[in-house]
């Protein structure tokens, strides 16, 4: 059996950031293989991301998952492994300003995923989510209110403003796999300000069922490969979030204390 043209490192167990990558792998019927999902007796594990870590591909040492090796091309960071990939698997035009698009579009996205994550980390990342409550219950409060609307709805405005149905028009690419992911993530995660914030996204929901069906990501969706959502990865569902702060509620349902008027 010949090698995989791609080796994907990345934690076996969450979809995490690595999701981004493997659904351009997917979509574009690229020969990989997920190595930390392999047993430890085939080289996978989590060893195997460690081994990479240290420095064992060569000497351009990557910070942190995911990162994708080719040959001996090894590289980090989930935007620039898409803005490689994105040529040689056919996921962007060859216009050197449309390329320079679909990664700024990335890179947008990429700022997502941190305002995300940090609804259930936004202390510190080594601290567990029980540990900080209730510094999550206020920035997810803020995140759903403000940064949800604003980020999905500049999405919005950048397909209204291509004619859609993707970011590039009619020409699909990376990204719109991406906008796909940002879309199922937050609908698990946030289901119910979701409901309320899509009759405004009719563009975004309408990519988001288009990549959904297109064969390959169908296939992949449907496979034991696409790891389901769950309380490890980026996109959590911790219902608490979305409703109002124990705190807060109490007050709100307190008489409010009768005022003393000296008489």
């Known amino acids: 059996m010949s090698e995989p043209a ?12 690595g999701e981004f990558v493997r659904l351009a792998l997917e979509e574009a019927g690229a020969a990989y293989v997920d190595i930390a999902r392999l047993p ?3 080289g996978g594990g989590v060893e195997a991301i460690l081994r990479v870590l240290r420095g064992e591909l060569g000497p351009h040492l990557p910070f942190a998952p995911p990162i994708l090796q080719a040959g001996d091309v090894v590289v980090a960071q989930t935007a620039a492994i898409l803005q490689f990939l994105g040529s040689r ?13 679909v990664h700024q579009l990335q890179l947008t996205v990429a700022d997502l995923v941190v305002e995300v994550h940090d609804t259930h980390h936004p202390i ?6 029980a540990q900080q409550k209730p510094e999550a219950h206020r920035r997810t409060r803020h995140f759903l209110s403000e940064r949800v ?13 291509s004619g859609g149905p993707w970011a590039l028009g009619k020409t699909f690419s990376y990204v719109d796999l991406s906008l796909f992911q940002m879309m199922e993530g937050h609908r698990y995660a946030f289901p119910r300000r979701m409901k309320a914030v899509e009759p405004r996204l009719p563009r975004l929901r309408a990519l988001t069922e288009a990549v959904r069906h297109r064969p390959r990501i169908a296939a992949y969706l449907a496979s034991e490969r ?3 959502f769950n309380s490890d990865g980026i996109f959590r569902q911790y219902p608490e979030l979305e409703r109002r702060a124990p705190e807060k509620a109490a007050a709100r349902a307190r008489p409010a204390k009768r005022r003393r008027t000296g008489k």
């Open 6 to 17: 791609y080796v994907l490192y990345y934690w076996p167990e969450i979809q995490g950031r």
């Open 40 to 42: 430890r007796s085939k």
């Open 89 to 101: 698997l056919g996921l962007v035009p060859a216009d050197p300003v449309d390329q320079l698009w």
């Open 124 to 129: 510190a990342v080594d601290l567990y989510y």
């Open 149 to 161: 609307p604003k980020f999905l709805g500049y999405f919005e405005r950048v397909l209204e403003t």
């Open 226 to 228: 696409r790891i389901p």
